[in-house]
C-alpha cells in the first residue's frame, strides 16, 4: 500500500519562500513519475511539478511556476521537495504529492492518471 505524506506547509508573507517535502512508503519508485499539485478554494486541481522517478533528472514545471518553483529528489529515493520562491497571494492553495507507475504521466497534469495521493498541505501566502 502506498502513502505520501507531506510537510513543510504554514503561512508566509509575499515574497517569502516555503520548502514542501514529501516521504513515500511503498511506491516502487523504479519508473513512474512523482510530483506536486495544488488546489485553491473553488479551483480546480492544477499541476505543479513532477519528474520521472526512472531517471531523477527530468522534470517537468507548469509554465506560469518555472523559475519561482523548483522540484528535487532527496537524498532518499522515496522523497520529493519543492522549493517554493518569491511567494504571491495567488499561489495560497492546498499543495498535494502524488504519484503514478508510468512515465507518460508526467507532464500531462491529468489529475486522474496518478494513482497515489497525500492528504495536501496549506500553503497561505499573505500579501
Known amino acids: 500500500q502506498v502513502h505520501l505524506v507531506e510537510s513543510g506547509g504554514g503561512s508566509v508573507q509575499a515574497g517569502g519562500s516555503l520548502t514542501l517535502s514529501c516521504v513515500a512508503s511503498?511506491?516502487?519508485?523504479?519508473?513512474?513519475?512523482m510530483g506536486w499539485f495544488r488546489q485553491a478554494p473553488g479551483k480546480e486541481r492544477e499541476g505543479v511539478a513532477a519528474?520521472?522517478?526512472?531517471?531523477?533528472?527530468?522534470?517537468y514545471y507548469d509554465d506560469s511556476l518555472k523559475g519561482r518553483f523548483t522540484i528535487s529528489q532527496g537524498n532518499a529515493k522515496n522523497t520529493v521537495s519543492l522549493q517554493m520562491n518569491s511567494l504571491k497571494p495567488e499561489d495560497t492553495a492546498m499543495y498535494y504529492c502524488?504519484?503514478?507507475?508510468?512515465?507518460?504521466?508526467?507532464?500531462?497534469?491529468?489529475?486522474?492518471?496518478?494513482?497515489?495521493w497525500g492528504q495536501g498541505i496549506q500553503v497561505t501566502v499573505s500579501s
Open positions: 502524488a504519484a503514478g507507475d508510468f512515465p507518460e504521466i508526467c507532464g500531462s497534469w491529468f489529475v486522474d492518471q496518478f494513482e497515489y
Open positions: 511503498g511506491y516502487p519508485y523504479s519508473n513512474g513519475c
Open positions: 519528474f520521472l522517478t526512472g531517471d531523477g533528472s527530468t522534470y
